[in-house]
């Protein structure tokens, strides 16, 4: 088991293109809530969205950028490699398979070729795809415990989403 520290810079904070807030507030509404098959899930996405994002700088020739977000891609898969229970057979082909994708990453890096991000990129979306499928079998509680839960609802406003946090303990005795 493993747990997202929220507040990492390689998750939420961007040197040369910052997330907007909606991103982080988004991320970090999916961890709160997500069980241990969703944050593999989340981490999967994080590295396709960093991948992107480099291949983006690669072709922009921003090399000081796509250097930050294959860094970033990599850290998401060391925090793969962490989540991995070696107790199981399977782990240590998953092992195999990020090591490899480290690997092919630093070559991307020294290279500056996107075909090595592509290959990575096609291996990650299929593992989020069956990861995807995972969670609808776990129907575990989140790994995070006593994460508030956030309710959406539309406003009177026109297509304005109205986010409230739901906590008994965040009144503080005050009662509206």
Do not use: W
């Amino acid at each position: 088991m493993f747990i997202i520290n929220v507040n990492d810079k390689y998750i939420f904070k961007r040197k040369s293109e910052p997330m907007t807030k909606e991103q982080i507030n988004s991320y970090t509404r999916r961890i709160s809530e997500a069980n241990e098959t969703q944050m593999i899930t989340i981490l999967y996405e994080m590295t396709l969205d960093y991948l992107a994002d480099a291949k983006k700088a690669l072709f922009a020739k921003d090399y000081d950028r796509y250097d930050v977000e294959l860094t970033r891609a990599q850290n998401c898969i060391t925090e793969l490699i962490r989540s991995l229970n070696m107790n199981y057979e399977i782990a240590h082909t998953f092992m195999q398979l990020y090591i490899f994708a480290k690997r092919h990453l630093i070559t991307a890096a020294i290279r500056r070729e996107g075909d090595y991000i592509d290959d990575i990129i096609s291996i990650f979306e299929k593992m989020r795809n069956c990861y995807k499928e995972l969670e609808k079998l776990n129907e575990a509680a989140s790994v995070i415990e006593g994460a508030q839960h956030v309710f959406a609802g539309l406003t009177y406003g026109p297509g304005h989403l109205n986010e409230t946090v739901a906590d008994p303990y965040t009144n503080r005795g005050y009662r509206a």
